[in-house]
């Protein structure tokens, strides 16, 4: 009997990890904007707060906010233009 509670447990918790989304990094989607652009209507489509604070919602948003905030193609944002 407690071999097989055992079993069972072991079973659960296994297909309880495969259903767990593997973390990317903010660099990750910074990379991948079909992915990423995705997730943000995942994350931002629903009011439940698990999915919205979930790492990869966290890292997503965080990617977006950056890239907004820079900008994908330019470096210089920052520097004056040279005036003739």
Sequence with gaps: MKSR???????????????EEEIKTVD???????E????LDECLGTDDDMVRKSPNCVNAIEA???IN?????????????RVN
């Design 36 to 39: 990423r652009l995705e997730k």
């Design 64 to 66: 977006r906010d950056k």
């Design 5 to 19: 509670f055992i079993a069972s447990a072991f079973v659960l918790l296994s297909i309880a990890g495969c259903t």
């Design 28 to 34: 990750w989607w910074e990379e991948n904007e079909k």
């Design 69 to 81: 905030l820079v900008g994908s193609e330019d470096d210089d944002w920052l520097r004056a233009p």
